[in-house]
């Protein structure tokens, strides 16, 4: 299995900024996806953005310009930059995980982190 620990997340006045960071532990094998998805109380989950281990990206609608995903893979981390934020991105903040967890299978997981919320609010 696989672990994700999220951190950065917490309360910011409008056009504030905020970077949140993901780490992930555990049966990691070969390539993989990381990325970041949040949810508003009373709607769907949405994606932000994922980036590969081969350095990929791609961001969901809306998403690109104000938001800006990397990683470290020798340290199996993701952070996320948030700019210019606004009430509208008030939600719980997710980290996301896909690849292979074992060495015989090609098999690929899905993994989820806990969540962290970000709160944007004068």
């Known amino acids: 299995q696989v672990q994700l620990v999220e951190s950065g997340g917490g309360l910011v006045q409008p056009g504030g900024s905020l970077r949140l960071s993901c780490a992930a532990s555990g049966s990691i094998f070969g390539d993989n996806a990381m990325g970041w998805y949040r949810q508003a109380p009373g709607k769907e989950r949405e994606l932000i953005a994922t980036?590969?281990?081969?350095?990929?990206?791609n961001y969901g609608d809306s998403m690109k310009g104000r938001f800006t995903i990397s990683r470290d893979n020798a340290k199996n981390t993701v952070d996320l930059q948030l700019n210019n934020l606004g009430p509208e991105d008030t939600a719980e903040y997710f980290c996301?995980?896909?690849?292979?967890?074992?060495?015989?299978?090609?098999?690929?997981?899905?993994?989820w982190g806990q969540g962290t919320q970000v709160t944007v609010s004068s």
């Open positions: 980036i590969t281990s081969g350095g990929i990206r």
């Open positions: 996301y995980w896909n690849g292979r967890t074992s060495a015989w299978s090609s098999a690929r997981y899905n993994y």
